[in-house]
């Protein structure tokens, strides 16, 4: 069991930057897939962002690419997904994820990750 408990979310302005992170704990292979997912309102979980723990190979959703970026620290176990020029759009509740290797294939697929934290929800205002 992996145990995931998102927190920096909050308010801001477009324009603005957050860095929401994500405590991991419990049984983790060595190597394995963390993911950054998104559900807005009326609509179905999107893909943000995805980070392979071995070599760090990260892939991102369009929408986000440029303007966001996920990172680890191996030290606190703590992932992070630093977020800047933030857009209406992006207001959303954003959930991290655990998942093998395999959930790191690029695709951004919600259904190949079992772990999930409870969410910490950004807001952005134009």
């Known amino acids: 069991q992996v145990q995931l408990v998102e927190s920096g979310g909050g308010s801001v302005q477009a324009g603005g930057s957050l860095r929401p992170s994500c405590a991991v704990s419990?049984?983790?292979?060595?190597?394995?897939?963390l993911g950054w997912f998104r559900q807005r309102p009326g609509r179905e979980r999107d893909g943000v962002a995805t980070?392979?723990?071995?070599?760090?190979?990260?892939a991102y959703a369009a929408s986000v690419k440029g303007r966001f970026t996920t990172s680890q620290d191996n030290a606190k176990n703590t992932l992070y997904l630093q977020m800047t020029s933030l857009k209406p759009e992006d207001t959303a509740m954003y959930y991290c994820?655990?998942?093998?290797?395999?959930?790191?294939?690029?695709?951004?697929?919600?259904?190949?990750?079992?772990?999930w934290g409870q969410g910490t929800q950004v807001t952005v205002s134009s």
């Open positions: 994820a655990a998942g093998g290797w395999r959930s790191c294939s690029g695709s951004l697929d919600p259904t190949k990750f079992a772990f």
């Open positions: 980070i392979y723990t071995g070599p760090e190979i990260t």
């Open positions: 419990g049984s983790t292979r060595s190597s394995y897939c």
